[in-house]
């Protein structure tokens, strides 16, 4: 079974600076996605940035970066130029690429990290 | 819809009350998964549909737990004897196709149990 770890339950930082989110993961798989999701107090998802296990290129989005290790099973999200809307819980998430037999591209979710920007 | 709708968005239930929560997909998206959310934790699995056939129920916590979606559309998830282990978040999630990979959440429905 895949387990996805964040061992961060809480990270702050100052508005206009930087901050990475750790995020480590296990599976036996060598195709897979990988996810990173906001989650604002009105408890919707929202996808922030994804990466595909094939492609050795890290996902960027805007302000948004991802350091993917492969080897090391590690999926870190570097924010740049925090804002105060960034604030949220956010969540390292992994699928099975194959979503047929019995993974249906259900979605693992780490525990979380409640990220706060201070002005 | 122009998202995925979830209602209630709050319900209050008595230990021993049966709930049913409600999931309104995208229209037209074929695969829909309910999650459970305990407070402070990630979401985890509960059932996945594929249109109205329920694949894979291996994440209901208990035959207390029961969801179905007749028309491959609208999901109910039904509690049956609610539980104080039970209060949760119940998030919905929908996407077009079941190799598709942009899932859009709902808001959930927090559940307390009392």
């Known amino acids: 079974a895949q387990t996805v770890t964040q061992s961060q339950p809480e990270m702050s930082v100052q508005e206009a600076e930087t901050v990475t989110l750790s995020c480590t993961y296990d599976?036996?798989?060598?195709?897979?996605?990988l996810f990173w999701y906001k989650q604002p107090p009105s408890r919707q998802m929202i996808l922030v940035i994804r990466?595909?296990?094939?492609?050795?290129q890290n996902a960027t989005e805007n302000r948004f970066s991802v350091n993917f290790q492969k080897a090391a099973k590690s999926f870190s999200l570097k924010i740049s130029d925090s804002q105060l809307g960034d604030a949220a819980m956010y969540f390292c998430?992994?699928?099975?690429?194959?979503?047929?037999?019995?993974?249906?591209?259900?979605?693992?979710f780490g525990q979380g990290t409640i990220l706060t920007v201070h002005p | 819809g122009a998202g995925v709708s979830q209602s209630p968005r709050y319900k209050v239930a008595k230990r021993g009350q049966d709930v049913a929560l409600r999931c309104d997909p995208i229209?037209?998206?074929?695969?829909l998964f309910w999650y459970q959310q305990a407070l402070g934790q990630g979401p985890e699995f509960l059932t996945y549909?594929?249109?109205?056939?329920?694949?894979?129920k291996s994440g209901l916590p208990s035959d207390r737990f029961f969801a179905e979606r007749p028309e491959g559309s609208v999901s109910t998830l039904k509690i049956q004897r609610t539980q104080q282990e039970d209060s949760a978040v119940y998030l919905c999630?929908?996407?077009?196709?079941?190799?598709?990979?942009?899932?859009?959440f709902g808001s959930g429905t927090r559940l307390t149990v009392v």
């Open positions: 990466q595909e296990a094939y492609k050795q």
């Open positions: 549909f594929q249109n109205e056939a329920q694949l894979d």
């Open positions: 599976t036996s798989e060598s195709d897979y996605y």
């Open positions: 999630a929908s996407s077009p196709g079941h190799r598709d990979i942009g899932y859009t």
């Open positions: 998430a992994y699928r099975y690429r194959n979503a047929g037999g019995t993974s249906y591209g259900k979605l693992t």
């Open positions: 229209s037209g998206h074929v695969s």
